[in-house]
């Protein structure tokens, strides 16, 4: 019930609370960085939490600092992102990105990763699009599996991988999308490719203070050689499909109580919302909407192994409806979350309520 408590004081705090401070604040300059922290509850695990600070004008210079977090009662995950956005002014600019994630997955999975990345790049960049070439280095590793099902105890080690990536973005007739694809290998048994697309389009209707809009995403792994580990299969992030937990849908081990994701070689997601600021004459900042949320994550490359092949990855389909309430505070914004699951699986993980605070500076 406390944790009950805390999602429902800070409803009352963040939705209803007087809006005179938010119209004195002074919005300043284009904004160099964003801050994000949300709060998710279910009725079986309890309440998560999970923030992010990203600034695009580390130390003055064009290169950008990111620091995530998930943490809930039993699990906890961190990532630390750092990138030079292009050095000198032609084109191609050259830049690098340096990456570590480390997550304490026990709870759900029973294993700790860590994966470490190095990617020099060379980036083209054009008004409305953006082509980035990289070489992949990377290191990542796999532990403390003894709580882990079969298949996941079978792919505890670390690698040393390298690949060669490609990336495409673009904006055009309303329509933002983007276009990824990564070739890696671990210079002995492993080689696969992956593949991932997304697309984003809004309609706003000023006149009633309206916006309708849809996204959509995409992945995929084709392997060439050996067998993918964990660290490189698909776990849906926090968000992918409103109402679910992020991994909480896909492939999973269901001789584990409650089910132990394993991640998917396959994804695809669908977002319909919309929503209407001042549906409520006496709070006309708040913004009222709808969502319908629908996909699926499937495929579980078993290589002949016998534990591997008796996963069930089958595309099967989750879907979840929803309300969203936000409110504006000036460059910040406050979302309530509230998602009905009404398509899942019984080895899914839930999560009906969430809440999000963001803001630019």
Known sequence: MRRYSLVKSCVLVCFFAPSV?????????????????????????????????????????????????DVSE????????????????????????????????????????TETFFRPQAVFANPNSRLTVEAIFGHDEISNVAAAPAVLQAEQGARDLYGLGLDYSAKRAGWSYGISGEAITDGRDLSYGKLETTASY??????????????????????????TTVNDRFLPSSGALRGFEAGGFGPADASVLDGAPVGATNYAVM???????????????LAIGGFVDLGSAWGFDD????????????ANLRASIGLTVSREFGPARVELVLAHPFQHEDTDHLQEVQINFTSKF
Do not use: C
């Open 303 to 314: 290589n002949g192994n016998a534990a591997r092949a008796a996963i069930d990855d089958g």
């Open 202 to 227: 809004e309609i706003a209707f000023p006149q009633s203070e309206t916006e309708v809009g849809v996204r959509l995403a995409a992945g995929m792994i084709s392997m060439w050689e050996g067998q």
């Open 74 to 113: 039993d699990e906890h995950s961190y990532d630390l992102l750092f990138q030079n956005n292009g050095i000198g002014n032609g084109n191609p600019k050259f830049a690098f990105v340096l990456s570590h994630v480390t997550g304490d997955r026990q709870s759900l999975m029973g294993i700790d990763t």
């Open 271 to 285: 977002s319909f919302y919309a929503r209407r600021t001042g549906v409520i004459a006496s709070m006309p900042e």
């Open 21 to 69: 401070h938010a119209q004195d604040m002074d919005l300043g300059a284009e904004k160099v960085g964003s801050l994000a922290f949300g709060v998710g509850y279910n009725m079986d695990a309890g309440a998560s939490v999970s923030g992010r600070f990203r600034h695009d004008r580390f130390l003055g210079y064009d290169q950008t600092l990111d620091f995530g977090f």
